[in-house]
């Protein structure tokens, strides 16, 4: 097991001017899971492929604990990865797609069976192992590949997006299969996903990227109630942080007709004559009064429901969510009342997008 370090790694790919990877600083602890999180293209697969090796380094530096690898071949590195295609030899059985790189390395054949035994044991692939990988479901083979990588006992575990080719019911399953593993071996975990649910679910700690940058890098709950500027606020939970851009008044903003305030320490911080305020769903309360909604969808989720409508804000139509109660949703076409809790509300500059307070 190893520490992770990227110190100021950027990736430039030939032809292009502007970094797939910029200037990435980022310490990863021994035995944490990490999991870099962000829309297609922010560079978190490439991150990933730079510690592996797949990618060069265009500047900046690579170390695992103490070693620097920025220059090594990826056999040398001693990580395993795991894709999201699975990449199995489909004529070797579960057991040896299991050992093979242990079979390259010239490890005995009696410590290779036992090592893929206590993983297959592990995995619950017992019963699977003189199967072909055309015999397993989806789910079984992402865990064949894992299991690969496990039998070999890395340093670092690198994970990319290995969820996304299982239906929903077993991607949540699988998840926690993930997780509750990475515990019990305490291996050190990169493991890159583009769903922001999986990676709140999952990870120690969330890295999340946007155009090559890293934005903010917290833990779930840190990175949910005090995201550090517009992009993680929005990209993180689901449903979406509603966002405002609106003026400044006395004590506070106007939300359409409606007087919201903002604490006064905040409130003291603001040298812009418009902030971006934000606020969360979960934080809106339905009433007799307050801001308009026009309801357009309602979608009920069992124990939770919630509201998608639209709202006069700034003199525009913005849309708006808000959780609503399971037990007596409105309807589609309602006009109902929100009110905004002013402690749960976030601001941030509009002019950087950065936080205030």
């Known amino acids: 097991m190893a520490s992770v370090t990227f110190d100021k790694t950027t990736c430039l790919f030939p032809g292009s001017n502007t970094p797939a990877v910029d200037a990435l600083d980022l310490e990863i602890e021994d035995g944490e899971f990490l999991v870099l999180v962000g829309p297609s293209g922010c560079g978190k697969s490439t991150s990933l492929r730079m510690l592996a090796g797949l990618e060069e380094v265009y500047s900046g530096r690579i170390l695992i604990g103490d070693n620097d690898v920025t220059a090594q071949d990826p056999k040398e590195r001693d990580i395993a990865m795991v894709f999201q295609n699975y990449a199995l030899y489909p004529h070797m059985s579960v057991a040896e797609n299991m050992g093979f790189a242990l079979k390259l390395a010239k490890i005995p054949k009696t410590e290779i069976r036992e090592r893929v035994t206590e993983v297959a044991k592990m995995l619950d692939l017992g ?24 039998v070999r006992e890395p340093q670092v575990f690198l994970m990319d997006e290995p969820l996304s080719n299982l239906d929903a019911k077993l991607r949540v399953q699988t998840r926690t299969q993930i997780a509750q593993l990475q515990r019990r071996l305490n291996t050190t975990t990169v493991y890159v996903t583009h769903d922001q649910v999986e990676a709140m679910t999952m990870g120690d700690r969330v890295a ?23 992009f993680v606020a929005g990209f993180m939970g689901s449903p979406a942080m509603n966002l405002f851009t609106l003026p400044v008044v006395d004590r506070g903003v106007m939300v359409g007709d409606v007087h919201v305030q903002v604490p006064r320490d905040i409130l003291g911080q603001v040298t812009e004559a418009e902030v971006t305020l934000g606020i969360r769903p979960e934080h809106l309360e339905i009433a007799d009064d307050g801001l308009a909604v026009d309801v357009d969808v309602v979608e009920e989720l069992g124990s939770d429901a919630y509201v998608y409508g639209n709202a006069t804000v700034g003199g525009i139509r913005q849309e708006i969510v808000a959780r609503s109660d399971w037990r007596t949703p409105p309807q589609k076409g309602d006009r109902l009342h929100l009110r905004f809790d002013p402690n749960q509300v976030h601001v941030f500059k509009t002019s950087d997008g950065l936080r205030i307070g």
């Open 208 to 230: 999340v990227l946007d155009k090559g940058i890293l934005q903010q890098c917290a833990s779930p709950r840190a990175l949910y109630n005090r995201p550090a500027n517009v």
């Open 127 to 150: 019963q699977y192992l003189d199967r072909k990988p055309k015999a397993l479901s989806g789910g079984q083979r992402q865990r064949v590949a894992m299991g690969r990588a496990i």
